[in-house]
């Protein structure tokens, strides 16, 4: 399984990005995906994940209102369509996959993650 992250970017406080995940392999249809986030000196942070349906979503307490996560099985792909950003929403973005058909907000339940796409943002 490979994850591949992209759609990140350098804007200005209050756009909107969209954020891409193309995932090789056959069982990502069955397998949860989410997202999540590491800004320099800080801890990576859960934002949001999606069930093998997409069905079932989560969000972090930073992404509930403005971050949207969804997913289109028949391309292998995660989105997460991120609006009114802010310049603490700035950080490295990893899509990952779950080792189950659900969510979860550990990281330590994701066992494939993308290299991870930049986004920037500023005041």
């Known amino acids: 399984v490979q994850l591949q992250a992209s759609g990140g970017g350098l804007v200005q406080a209050g756009a909107s990005l969209r954020l891409s995940c193309a995932a090789s392999?056959?069982?990502?249809?069955?397998?949860?995906m989410a997202w999540f986030r590491q800004a320099p000196g800080q801890e990576r942070e859960f934002i949001a994940a999606i069930n093998w349906s997409g069905r079932s979503t989560y969000y972090g307490d930073s992404a509930k209102g403005r971050f949207t996560i969804s997913r289109d099985n028949a391309k292998n792909m995660v989105y997460l369509q991120m609006n009114s950003l802010k310049p603490e929403d700035t950080a490295v973005y990893y899509c990952a996959r779950s080792q189950t058909s659900s969510w979860s907000v550990y990281a330590r339940n994701y066992d494939y993650w993308g290299q991870g796409t930049l986004v920037t943002v500023s005041s």
């Open positions: 392999g056959r069982t990502f249809s069955s397998s949860g």
